[in-house]
């Protein structure tokens, strides 16, 4: 399972790559405000910014609507880094928009998947990944994990190259889940990543094994 972190905080982007476990970042543009980075070319920069942390896909979200936008958008942002994955939303131009990446090889993330129609619909249209939203399902009292394992089952039905990269994750039970029904890849924040680490089993083992250690090479 690849592990993405979703935000475009530098510090934290640093933070979980120093692990060594991280295996790229998604962005979207509520993320990108939250840090302040407004603007196009203060933008443009932060993906670049990113991409020098991180050896791994990241995306960027298009923000135009209309087939002949996310096309321009979409090309400029893969112009930036070969690492850069278009983002593309899942309406019937971001569809079209899929296709045409497809056909010229740019990377592409299908965001905002709520439905197992609309992940087979982005993976015969060509995405590389799609971006179920598990924890806003979960938030409407709908299980986001559902989504994921109806859309394994379609994708391993015949055989689709497309990832399926569980998103919207709040815990680390979710990466856990994720995990067991065979997403490909998750993004989630810092906090669930680092999450993984902890057992209060591990911290009084190594307590002891410490103190033992201390008594004995005093
Ligand atoms: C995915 O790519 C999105 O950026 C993200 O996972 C949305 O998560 P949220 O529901 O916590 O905003």
Known sequence: MKFFIDTANLDEIKEANDLGVLDGVTTNPSLMAKEGITGHDNIMQHYIDICNIVDGDVSA???ATDFDGIVKEGEALAALHENIVVKVPMIKDGVKALKYFSEKDIKTNCTL?????????A???????VSPFIGRLDDVSTDGLDLIDQIRTIY??????TEILAAS?????????CAEIGADVMTG???????LLNHPLTDN???????????GNK
């Open 61 to 63: 979200e298009v923000i």
């Open 189 to 195: 924040p810092l906090k669930s990543i680092m999450a």
């Open 169 to 177: 994750v709040r815990h680390p039970m979710h990466i856990i889940q």
């Open 156 to 161: 391993d039905n015949y055989l689709f190259d």
């Open 205 to 215: 083992g190594l307590a002891q094994f410490l103190a033992d250690y201390a008594k």
């Open 113 to 121: 998947i709520f439905s197992a129609g609309q992940a087979l619909l």
């Open 123 to 129: 993976a015969k249209a060509g995405a590389t990944y």
